[in-house]
């Protein structure tokens, strides 16, 4: 070839490419995601000319999303949201923000998306109402463009109305509680929700991938296009790819589908929850339009009727936790930074899934339990057509039930940590025959949008002849809740079929309290209504020995669980404390006994009980503390592991070796009280495996302040989490401390919560001091987006003791 053919060849090829890139680079913000949380006017009360433009907001809050205006309120005996709701206020509420839509994207599609807003929201856009939503749950969306002034000031207004109450049997929260975006797409884009991913064939060698994919034409021409789907690892190396070229007609909505080959695949699971992705990109001629990632997790799963559950043909239990949405002292505002150290706290017990209760949780949740490993039960209601309490969702069923279980499927159908859909938690239809009319409606609508996963609803009622949710056959997939004394029965009685026990326990304790003796099991009350022997400080024990009359101890349960091959799995009732429903108490109490752990997010002792049989690492926890009077009779405790015998010291002194016997999951000792070192250690084989010390605490000394992280993001929405005690000198914790902390904090970086643990704290969660409680409290730090260091202070309510703290802003 003429040599000065070949340069001239190979730089028009060159051209081309850079000529390609430059238009690619051109349209690499085809799809644009803006956060739309900032800038938000908001105030209590019912203001319907806030949709004009000109409305005046000088005396209202300027604040940035999400939001809950009822976690800011003050605790009330009378409250109309009641016991249930923790006694706080709900009502109604105006969200207003005026901003700037750019001149360049009238001719794209603006819309704007809800993670979700609790509840009954009309939203509206210069003046015109773009629809009511009454589900809080639900993330939905709407198209703004033909309302938008482009390059001018645009006015968005927001109704919410909480104000039916009461309409909840847990603590709900009011408000935009959770993120919203604003998107900016092209005309020709992949619509909301728009891709379905499944992965039909997998082996080690290979797996088949099938993605569906939902374009929209929102122009007024034809437009012919080109579809261009990878698939990225981990690394966003690419590992496969697929094309196709496809027309679609004026304002209209096409799917089209794509098959891919990705050769030795790498499986998500619990332990390494690989994740994959797919790129989707929609060029028109050379141009691209549209830009929309599908997350990709390869695994394989099954329910059996004799040998329960398997995940990548490995056999498993899944052991699991029930979570409501609220996160403490932040109410129902959803961060994910809040999301991942609870369930970074449940991950390190051992728990391996969540189960949604009782209702569709944020994005941001189903994203975290995809990167961490978590198996999901998503669960989409807790009523239908039959109420629980006065002005629920039964109340909306008929207008809304099916567009919001369809919502619900398409946004969670392609996360591969969800591996049930759960359409209903004690449902009162179990117990007469419309239940079995509408089972098979609702399993069918999702059997419309996804095959590929079984369906199960949480019952209560385990007598065939009395359950009629059972009786319309719909279920793949049997979950009951509670009576764990019957498990034994349910191979013969429901002959087949795939069971697991879709909510577990409802035992009951307070972090760091201790009834003795411990070793009697009472249920707080026996009976619904009956009176009890409760404490007159409105707490429980820590001590497994307290259940309520429906439930179990986690020791009932887990040991029962453990001997049924064919159950696949239990959630405990439940992974946290969680606001409102505080069972057996009635006012002051305001939270729940029923957590693993507790609402500021310290561990009970049971999780330890947990650990030690849900996970291979060592564990030797021993308790209560070691600060008790002279000679009193104290019961210790141990739950352990990966060990044949536990030998217990008092001051060096031997009180014997013992082992659990048969299938006691812990130990325990009556000891005399003396004060100075308790000392358990764990030997294998007559080998140390684990030493544990408690000693009794002396005199106040400091207060300790530890971090969760060592630095902040200054973005507006990192937080720190702050473990507050006072120690003696030697660094010991004082188990009964109970200051009040004062809390002061500057720098990059604001106080947005406090909270002890306590269920009977009628203080506010926003103060700027917290009482400890058995020697402990948090402060949650938030960033305020300024690049400066935080600095905390500390100091107990008498001043005599005060530390300072700083934590680093990057």
Not at 115 to 127: L, M, Y
Not at 393 to 404: C, I, V
Not at 490 to 496: I, L, V
Not at 568 to 581: H, K, L, P, S
């Amino acid at each position: 070839m003429n040599k000065h053919k070949y340069i001239l060849q190979k730089t028009t090829i060159i051209l081309a490419v850079l000529l390609l890139a430059a238009c690619a680079s051109k349209s690499k913000n085809a799809r644009i995601v803006e956060d739309f949380n900032k800038d938000w006017n908001f105030k209590i009360g019912d203001y319907p000319t806030a949709i004009q433009s000109d409305f005046n907001v000088s005396d209202w809050r300027m604040l940035q999303l999400p939001h809950d205006w009822s976690i800011e309120g003050a605790f009330d005996k009378d409250s109309k949201t009641k016991q249930a709701q923790g006694f706080l206020p709900a009502g109604m509420g105006w969200y207003r923000k005026t901003f700037t839509i750019p001149q360049d994207w009238e001719n794209k599609t603006v819309s704007v998306e809800f993670d979700g807003v609790f509840k009954n929201s009309e939203v509206f856009i210069n003046g015109h109402s773009l629809g009511i939503r009454p589900n809080g749950y639900i993330s939905f969306s709407y198209e703004l463009s033909k309302y938008l002034k482009f390059g001018g000031q645009n006015v968005m207004a927001i109704k919410v109305d909480n104000s039916a109450q009461p309409n909840s049997r847990w603590y709900t929260g009011s408000g935009i509680y959770r993120n919203v975006r604003l998107v900016a797409s092209d005309k020709l884009h992949v619509a909301e929700w728009g891709t379905f991913v499944t992965t039909p064939e997998i082996s080690k060698e290979k797996a088949s991938v099938h993605l569906e994919v939902d374009v929209k034409n929102a122009s007024e021409t034809e437009k012919e296009f080109r579809m261009v789907s990878s698939i990225l690892n981990k690394n966003n190396v690419e590992v496969a790819q697929t094309e196709s070229v496809q027309k679609i007609s004026a304002n209209s909505s096409s799917k089209n589908i794509q098959n891919f080959t990705l050769k030795n695949p790498i499986f998500w699971d619990t332990e390494n929850p690989y994740l994959y992705k797919i790129v989707t990109k929609i060029y028109e001629k050379s141009t691209l339009v549209d830009s929309y990632e599908t997350p990709l997790g390869v695994r394989y799963f099954n329910f059996d009727a004799e040998k329960g559950f398997s995940l990548n043909g490995k056999p498993m239990k899944i052991l699991g936790v029930c979570l409501h949405h609220d996160n403490g002292a932040l109410g129902a505002v959803e961060n994910i930074h809040a999301l991942k150290r609870k369930l970074t706290i449940l991950k390190e017990m051992g728990t391996n899934a969540i189960r949604m209760s009782h209702n569709p949780h944020s994005l941001e949740m189903m994203q975290l339990c995809d990167e961490m490993g978590f198996i999901v039960q998503d669960e989409a209601f807790d009523v239908w057509k039959k109420k629980k309490v006065t002005n629920d969702y039964h109340k909306d069923w008929d207008a809304w039930h099916k567009k919001d279980l369809e919502d619900f499927i398409k946004r969670d159908r392609n996360h591969p940590s969800v591996m049930m859909w759960s359409i209903g938690n004690e449902i009162r239809e179990q117990f007469d025959s419309t239940g079995i009319a509408i089972t098979r409606e609702l399993a069918q609508i999702v059997k419309s949008l996804d095959t590929t996963r079984p369906v199960t609803s949480a019952l209560t009622e385990n007598i065939i002849e009395k359950n009629f949710i059972y009786q319309s056959g719909a279920l793949d997939l049997l979950g009951f809740n509670y009576k764990h004394e019957d498990y034994k029965d349910f191979p013969t009685r429901f002959k087949g079929q795939k069971i697991i026990a879709s909510e577990s326990v409802s035992a009951l304790e307070t972090r760091g309290h201790y009834d003795f003796p411990s070793d009697g099991v009472k249920a707080w009350p026996t009976k619904h209504g009956a009176p009890f022997d409760g404490n007159a400080d409105w707490t429980v024990s820590a001590f497994d020995q307290v259940k309520s009359y429906w439930g179990a101890t986690h020791e009932e349960n887990w040991k029962t669980i453990k001997k049924q091959d064919f159950m696949a799995g239990t959630f405990i009732w439940t992974g946290f404390d969680y606001i409102g429903e505080p069972d057996p108490y009635p006012y002051p109490a305001r939270s729940s006994y029923f957590g693993i752990v507790d609402l500021a997010g310290f561990p009970k002792d049971v999780y330890y009980m947990y650990q030690s049989e849900w996970t291979t690492k060592p564990v030797l926890h021993i308790f209560p503390h070691w600060n008790w009077q002279k000679d009193q009779e104290v019961d210790v405790w141990a739950y352990y592991n990966n060990a044949d015998e536990v030998e217990l010291f008092l001051n060096g002194k031997s009180l014997g070796k013992k082992s659990k016997q048969n299938d006691d999951l812990h130990i325990s000792w009556r000891v005399k009280f003396e004060p100075g070192t308790l000392k358990a250690i764990s030997r294998k084989d007559g080998k140390v495996v684990l030493e544990k010390e408690i000693h009794t605490a002396g005199t106040a000394s400091k207060i300790d302040l530890k971090i969760d992280k060592p630095t902040l993001k200054n973005d507006t929405y990192d937080l720190v989490y702050v473990t507050v005690s006072v120690v003696d000198k030697e660094g010991n914790l004082l188990p009964n401390a109970n200051d009040l902390i004062n809390f002061e904090v500057s720098g990059g970086g604001k106080l947005v919560g406090v909270d002890n643990g306590y269920q009977a704290n009628l203080d506010s969660f926003k103060a700027n001091s917290c009482k400890l409680f058995n020697g402990k409290c948090i402060a949650i730090i938030q960033s305020n987006g300024k690049k400066e260091n935080i600095q905390l202070k500390a100091s107990t309510g008498n001043g005599i003791l005060v530390s300072s703290f700083e934590i680093k802003v990057k």
